[in-house]
């Protein structure tokens, strides 16, 4: 399927409010009501809309440091991959997770309470993941730049 311009409009403004009513949304992309609804469902039905959520404030829940985690395996057997994957999304302080191309092989978003918080994390979950050959945490002093929201 392409996105054509009014597709385009739909999803900009679903990532800005995704609990924006089909009648607030048709008046802002200039559609019907009718015909934006089935566009939004011809958006989920074909993947282009993932799913909805509510993003939260994790200063607000007690977790404001970001930690960025870069972690080398001993090794890039399919076996060890799949066995720290297994493992890494059992661990629930971690926000994100991804292979890298570079000097590291995979790259960890956790967020935490504090540094205490951060070490607790280490000792109980990271100290334990499989294959790890070296890990190298990093703390976010600030966040300068932070969306979900794709240029569509």
């Known amino acids: 399927m392409e996105l054509d311009a009014t597709d385009r409009r739909i999803l900009t403004v679903l990532q800005k409010n995704g609990r924006i009513t089909n009648a607030e949304l048709s008046e802002q992309v200039n559609l019907s009501a009718s015909a934006c609804h089935r566009r939004v ?3 989920e039905e074909e993947g282009f809309i993932a799913g909805y959520v509510a993003l939260l404030d994790p200063r607000r829940l007690g977790r404001p ?9 001993q090794g890039q057997a399919d076996e060890l991959l799949d066995a720290f994957e297994r493992q890494v999304a059992r661990i629930p302080d971690i926000l994100e997770c991804h292979l890298m191309a570079g000097s590291a ?32 945490s990093s703390f976010a002093l600030r966040t300068v730049v932070k969306t979900t929201a794709y240029a569509v």
């Open 105 to 136: 092989d995979y790259l960890l978003k956790i967020m935490a309470q504090d540094t205490e918080d951060f070490a607790r994390i280490h000792r109980q979950y990271l100290s334990r993941l499989p294959g790890v050959a070296q890990m190298q």
């Open 65 to 73: 440091t970001t930690v960025f985690v870069e972690i080398t395996l």
């Open 41 to 43: 469902q011809r958006l």
